[in-house]
């Protein structure tokens, strides 16, 4: 091992690099690891255990077998801590926190000694921060994911988080399921460690980790609990000692080429809203953007080929007995760019000329026989959203693709939650919700942009109405819902100047959101908005001096390639 690598690697400077390795050897040795193994190379694992996430509940096993592929492969694993993100734990939203993790997943790859790192995560913002953080660090790094919650049954019903959580309160808000019911789908939702048993945003952003090249091949969907979820973990441990000595860096992993593969797969999986933005943010790490003519081009051209919930019938558990992500890349191999490399060195052409065991096509249809011949997500344009929105088709009710309605407004999240359900509300099911200022500096950009039917709708049997704001969804959610309007109302962007009772036009065949007001009074109206009152100390001013909008991932303007971070 050369003299710059395992603990030799970036010693501390007192001034005295003989003192600095004489010291850190010592401070080594106190851990009670020996002199022989302190002489090998060092993988990093980037593990993300919390008490407030629950998808990272088998952490400890996951870095016990990640650590026994790097010790049988003549390496030594030296765990740390990064931040963790238990989506459903943390206020305002967990999106405002991505960003905090990808940075401090950067440094402590960067400031500590360790040739190569593997990386634990799996809900939601995670992998992302994860991803991004190793691209700006570029050490040789892996992507190993916690995996996918199994089912829980009610009465005779399969059911998953959190689709089918959505799908029963729903029902309960309409007077369908009683309080004694919902609260036993309560405890059947969620039964076991792992992320989200459906298509949502954090076996979404598994799948593309997998497509991008930066996890071990046909390890994406593999159940949390499953026994090969702990052999994909000791591969990872194999597979990053081995990029010690032959290495492969994220930025030659990820480029335009592989995060066009990734945005096929999103369409072709149906994925979540949130990968648009996610994938915005890791492709600007390495300075590639993807336009919003090529995004629905990919989008048309490629199937919804995976029958999976929020907008199908199967879970996760299903998708990966089904053949994964693999089989969805076997189908539209026409389509991909084959000479994208992997973890392992391998071309994306030569993974796929291996032939698959078994494909279940109950699960994962046929080029052919597609779930929809066009994919799931498509971007929006228009003069409510001049920097783009997002629209998910195929959660979507067709029978609102080519609506125009009268807008019935919501000027924040406060005001949504203090109004929606009032029995006065003026609200019709042919209406427009319109939700302003939920966007990434008003509010951090919460999973609010799945606004709930007014419930005297609901209790009429209202299933769905087209809703337009400047927030996220979950992926796990489902309906006719325009998200991430750019710029968001806070900053000035035209979703301010909406009012009670405006006409809004939504149409899915010309991919565009117009708002029916001419030019003239839409910029009189944007002349009165209220002043921001952003915050003024910590991580939350940092975030709202510097956060971009969603078409840029909402990432921070100082840490994507060729910004301040790089010396720009």
Request: overall charge negative.
């Amino acid at each position: 091992m050369s003299k710059d690598h395992g603990i030799r690697r970036g010693l501390t400077n007192y001034g005295d690099k003989d003192f600095a390795q004489y010291l850190r050897n010592s401070f080594a040795r106190s851990m009670g690891i020996s002199k022989e193994m302190l002489g090998r190379p060092i993988v990093g694992i980037a593990m993300t255990p919390s008490g407030f996430n629950n998808c990272h509940r088998d952490m400890p096993q996951l870095v016990e077998a990640v650590s026994r592929g790097v010790l049988a492969s003549g390496a030594l694993p030296l765990p740390f801590p990064t931040v963790s993100l238990g989506e459903v734990f943390l206020n305002p939203t967990s999106m405002v926190y991505r960003n905090l993790m990808a940075m401090d997943t950067e440094e402590m790859i960067s400031a500590q000694p360790m040739d190569a790192v593997v990386m634990i995560g799996g809900c939601d913002k995670t992998v992302p921060a994860q991803i991004m953080g190793a691209l700006s660090a570029d050490l040789p790094a892996i992507q190993l994911v916690t995996g996918p919650m199994s089912t829980g049954r009610h009465r005779g019903e399969r059911l998953g988080a959190c689709t089918d959580c959505r799908r029963f309160w729903g029902k309960h808000r309409a007077g369908e399921v009683d309080a004694e019911e919902i609260a036993l789908v309560e405890g059947r939702l969620a039964t076991t460690a792992g992320t989200c048993a459906v298509m949502g945003t954090a076996s979404t952003m598994a799948c593309i980790a997998e497509t991008l090249g930066l996890s071990l091949p046909d390890s994406a969907a593999i159940p949390a609990v499953h026994a090969d979820r702990l052999v994909a973990a000791e591969r990872s441990g194999v597979a990053a000692a081995a990029m010690i000595s032959r290495p492969i860096r994220p930025s030659e992993i990820v480029t335009k080429k592989s995060i066009e593969n990734a945005l096929r797969v999103l369409m072709a999986v149906s994925g979540s809203t949130n990968a648009v933005v996610h994938l915005a943010a890791i492709a600007g790490r390495v300075g590639v953007s993807i336009s919003r003519e090529r995004f629905n081009q990919i989008s048309d051209e490629t199937p919804v080929l995976v029958d999976l919930k929020p907008v199908g019938e199967g879970y996760m558990e299903d998708f990966h007995a089904a053949g994964g992500v693999g089989a969805v890349l076997q189908e539209i191999k026409h389509l991909l760019h084959l000479d994208t490399v992997d973890i392992l060195g391998q071309t994306l052409g030569e993974r796929l000329a291996q032939p698959i065991e078994w494909v279940d096509r109950r699960v994962i249809r046929s080029f052919a026989d597609p779930v929809s011949p066009v994919g799931g997500l498509i971007a929006l344009q228009g003069n409510l959203a001049p920097d783009g929105a997002i629209f998910k088709r195929a959660a979507a009710t067709p029978g609102l693709f080519e609506t125009e309605g009268r807008a019935v407004v919501f000027e924040s999240l406060e005001d949504l939650s203090k109004r929606v359900d009032d029995p006065a509300l003026d609200v019709e099911a042919n209406d427009i919700l319109v939700l302003k200022n939920a966007g990434p500096i008003a509010a951090g950009m919460p999973e609010a942009g799945y606004l709930p039917i007014p419930k005297k709708l609901a209790q009429k049997g209202v299933k769905d109405m087209v809703r337009i704001s400047d927030a996220r969804m979950s992926g796990t959610a489902f309906g006719s819902i325009v998200l991430h309007i750019a710029p968001e109302a806070a900053v000035g962007g035209p979703l301010a100047a909406v009012r009670n009772g405006d006409r809004v036009r939504l149409s899915v065949a010309n991919k565009s959101i117009e708002l029916l007001v001419s030019a003239e009074e839409i910029a009189e109206r944007l002349k009165h908005l209220p002043a921001r009152n952003d915050p003024k100390r910590g991580y939350r001013a940092l975030y709202a001096r510097s956060v971009m909008q969603a078409p840029d991932g909402c990432d921070f303007d100082f840490l994507i390639h060729g910004g301040a971070a790089d010396g720009a």
